[in-house]
């Protein structure tokens, strides 16, 4: 018999400010420090998954958890068959086009008809360049994007930037932006229905939380 809600967490850097809201809300017990992966507190009668961030929408759609918290820029990608509910405003980035800066100084991005990019976002960057007539040949990769350019493995990259410091650091340069993305609660279909008043009552407390620190 499953007692209370499971929440899916996103390690990484949308994690900090998630735990920091549930604190404000009261729930206690979560060491992101540990090697656990699950934590629960009983007062809340509330279990948190740490997960990877790609993750979380998994653990959502098919029931593992209740509720997650995921960035929009995933949302977008996975498309996930789940509610979102509520903008946490929180973990704000964009997904932009780079390149390097010798490429830049010389390119005009009108005039492209066929480009390489190294990406872990293959549908969101395919549905951008298709929109504009470009074919796209996308190289997969999970880590450390900027490096792609520096070493010949494709011209260009997609990847999400916050204050664009790392690509400076690797001589790239913003080209386009292709979306925006923050923090959102994602709920699964059926927890809506069967977890109804335990669901929107975790939702309107984090909603209330956030109103108030604005």
């Known amino acids: 018999m499953k007692n209370g809600l499971t929440l899916a967490l996103p390690k990484g ?11 404000e809300l009261g729930v206690s017990g979560i060491d992101p420090d540990s090697r656990k992966l699950i934590f629960r507190d ?18 959502v759609t098919y029931g593992a958890a209740d509720l997650g918290v995921v960035g929009k820029d995933i949302l977008l990608e996975q498309e ?40 872990k976002y293959p549908r969101l960057t395919e549905a951008y360049f298709s929109a504009r ?15 792609a350019p520096l070493v010949g493995l494709a011209d260009r990259i997609v990847d ?8 400076r650091a690797n001589g790239l340069v913003e080209v386009a932006e292709i979306t925006r993305s923050t923090a959102r609660v994602i709920v699964n279909r059926a927890s809506m229905k069967t977890e ?13 939380r956030l109103g108030a620190s604005r």
């Open 80 to 119: 996930p068959d789940v509610y979102e509910p509520l903008d946490l405003g929180f973990g704000f980035c964009r997904l932009v086009v780079a390149e390097p800066r010798a490429l830049w100084e010389r390119d005009d991005p009108a005039k492209w008809s066929w480009v390489r990019v190294a990406t």
């Open 196 to 208: 109804h008043g335990a669901v929107t009552q975790l939702i309107d407390d984090m909603r209330a």
């Open 133 to 147: 007539g470009i074919q796209v040949e996308i190289v997969r990769l999970d880590g450390s994007i900027e490096l």
């Open 42 to 59: 009983a007062g809340h009668d509330l279990e948190i998954l740490l997960l990877k961030p790609a993750d979380v929408p998994a653990y």
């Open 160 to 167: 999400l930037v916050q204050s664009g410091e790392t690509l």
């Open 13 to 23: 850097r949308l994690l900090d400010p998630a735990l920091d809201l549930l604190r």
